[in-house]
Nanobody, 112 residues
Framework: QVQIVESGGGLVQPGGSLRLSCTASGGIDMIYFMAWYRQAPGSERELVASITSAGKIVYADSVKGRFTISRDNGKNTVYLQMNSVRPEDSAVYYC??????WGQGTQVTVSS
């Protein structure tokens, strides 16, 4: 059984920083495609950033230059460094692992 566990969410002021972590366990021992999605109330879930097993990275236009996705394959962990956050970044952030596995989500709220 695969488990996806996110952490690092919380309340942050506009312009501040936050780092999300996602650790995947279980399943076949290999390097998977991983991504961060987010969903705000009343909105559809949207891709924030993704990273392939080869390290190719894609960002949503709305976070380019502010967010950075990275991974530690030895720890089966992917990170999302969020800098210069804005109120519109407030959402539940979900980690996705290849094979259609999702985490439970972590709330990020940007507010003064």
């Amino acid at each position: 059984q695969v488990q996806i566990v996110e952490s690092g969410g919380g309340l942050v002021q506009p312009g501040g920083s936050l780092r999300l972590s996602c650790t995947a366990s279980g399943g076949i021992d290999m390097i998977y495609f991983m991504a961060w999605y987010r969903q705000a109330p009343g909105s559809e879930r949207e891709l924030v950033a993704s990273i392939t097993s080869a390290g190719k990275i894609v960002y949503a236009d709305s976070v380019k230059g502010r967010f950075t996705i990275s991974r530690d394959n030895g720890k089966n962990t992917v990170y999302l460094q969020m800098n210069s956050v804005r109120p519109e970044d407030s959402a539940v952030y979900y980690c996705f692992r290849g094979g259609n596995w999702w985490g439970q989500g972590t709330q990020v709220t940007v507010s003064s």
